[in-house]
């Protein structure tokens, strides 16, 4: 049809997502490698964006530009095996919270966060306080950083 989602209109119809899901759970295992290959740089820059707002705001609110704060909380929508995650962690002093379609791709992302793996720390401690937001996503694929 015209100007929908009809075959015309340039637009891609939107896929199930079991369909998604079983897409990204079947190249779970080389996505990062893949994405590095190609240069893949968006998670670095999620990273540095992030920790630019903070200098900027902590240098608006004391004036002198020195210090950084750190987010309380972060929700990474789509995280795939935690790839912005591992860039963000040191600029949060809580709970990430990671969902995503792709199960295997959690698998790894999960791995990602603990003491020994992608050289990021454990937030066990951060994510019971906040275990209220980890109930209402009860039952969802998620992950907590």
Same mark, same amino acid.
């Given at each position: 049809?015209?100007g929908?989602?009809g075959?015309? #209109?340039?637009? /891609? =119809?939107r !896929?199930d997502?079991a369909?998604?899901a079983e897409?990204f759970? &079947?190249?779970? @295992?080389t996505?990062?490698?893949k994405?590095k &290959? *190609?240069?893949?740089?968006?998670? @670095?820059?999620?990273g540095?964006a992030?920790? $630019?707002?903070?200098s #900027? !705001?902590?240098s608006?609110s &004391? @004036?002198k530009?020195?210090? !950084?704060?750190?987010y309380r909380?972060?929700?990474d929508a789509g995280?795939g095996?935690?790839? $912005?995650g591992? /860039? ?7 709970? %990430?919270?990671?969902v995503?379609a792709?199960?295997k %791709?959690l698998d790894i992302? =999960?791995k990602?966060?603990?003491s020994?793996g992608? @050289?990021?720390?454990a ?5 019971? $306080?906040?275990s209220a937001? *980890?109930r ?10």
């Amino acid at each position: 049809g015209e100007g929908g989602n009809g075959s015309g #209109s340039g637009v /891609h =119809e939107r !896929k199930d997502k079991a369909f998604v899901a079983e897409l990204f759970d &079947s190249f779970a @295992g080389t996505f990062d490698d893949k994405l590095k &290959s *190609l240069e893949y740089r968006v998670p @670095g820059l999620v990273g540095e964006a992030a920790e $630019a707002f903070l200098s #900027s !705001k902590s240098s608006a609110s &004391s @004036g002198k530009g020195k210090g !950084k704060g750190t987010y309380r909380s972060v929700l990474d929508a789509g995280c795939g095996t935690g790839l $912005a995650g591992r /860039h963000l962690r040191p600029l949060v002093s809580g709970p %990430m919270v990671g969902v995503d379609a792709s199960r295997k %791709m959690l698998d790894i992302a =999960e791995k990602c966060t603990t003491s020994t793996g992608c @050289g990021l720390e454990a937030a066990a401690a951060a994510a019971k $306080a906040h275990s209220a937001l *980890l109930r209402n996503l009860r039952g969802r694929h998620r992950v907590t950083f």
